[in-house]
């Protein structure tokens, strides 16, 4: 489902040094998989999903997500790709403020099709992830657990295959980042693959596989 090889990424810092965060990475996630990686602060792990997830094009190798090749690809092709393709979790929820659970889970409509059903369909989003009875609720009414399980309903709004975590434990306390990792594990068996950045143990313990980034190579 995922494939990428020879990933390497270079960034400048301003001041003429360079500083190489991957070097020649490569990775393979199976269809239906739960993979964890993991990694020291600053060892790229975000570099990573960003790649991954069709956000960044400036690096070298090749990858493809679920038969598309992005490296190359067209910033259409990977507008496209980032819309029907990959859902993304981040730590910090990046919720609306402004708006409910509901009308925040329809947010990737908006740069789509504006269907009439997204109401329905962002309720049914909010069900998978449990939490159809606070929809009408705005993020600030929202423990840090529900306001995570929004923008996982948000990411899965348009029904990609893949899902891409970035330190979605982050910023939970125990009890609630174990039942994020359990909605994580029921969605995994219900047929999402799901890659998650993470330095948490309890993290990687659910995951069927970890893969280790150090030194700018995964193993
Ligand atoms: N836009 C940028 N310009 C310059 N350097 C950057 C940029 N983004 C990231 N870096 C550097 O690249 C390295 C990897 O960053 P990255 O965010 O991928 O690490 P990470 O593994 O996700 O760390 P953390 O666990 O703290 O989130 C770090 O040393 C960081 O300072
Ligand atoms: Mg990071």
Redesign the pocket.
């Known amino acids: 489902m995922i494939e990428a090889s020879g990933l390497s990424k270079t960034?400048?810092?301003g001041e003429g040094k360079s500083?190489a965060?991957l070097s020649g990475a490569s990775l393979r996630v199976a269809r239906g998989e739960l993979v964890a990686v993991m990694?020291?602060?600053?060892?790229?792990?975000?570099?990573?999903l960003h790649i991954l997830g069709g956000l960044d094009t400036d690096y070298a190798g090749q990858v493809t997500v679920a038969g598309q090749r992005l490296d190359g690809a067209s910033d259409e092709a990977l507008a496209r790709f980032r819309n029907t393709t990959v859902g993304f979790v981040f730590q910090s929820f990046h919720l609306v403020s402004g708006l409910t659970a509901a009308e925040n889970v329809a947010l990737p409509e908006l740069f789509g099709a504006h269907a009439a059903d997204a109401p329905r369909r962002a309720l049914e989003a909010l069900e998978r992830v449990g939490l159809a009875a606070k929809a009408q609720r705005n993020p600030a009414q929202l423990s840090g657990g529900e306001r995570q399980r929004v923008a996982i309903a948000r990411a899965l709004f348009l029904k990609p295959p893949v899902l891409l975590c970035?330190?979605p434990t982050g910023n939970l306390d125990g009890a609630t980042g174990a039942e994020i990792i359990e909605l994580f594990q029921r969605l995994n068996r219900e047929g999402l693959t799901i890659l998650a950045?993470t330095?948490e143990d309890r993290v990687s313990a659910a995951a069927q596989r970890v893969l280790r980034?150090d030194q700018g190579q995964l193993v």
């Open positions: 960034f400048e810092d500083l965060v990694g020291r602060s600053g060892s790229g792990k975000s570099t990573l970035d330190e950045v330095h980034l």
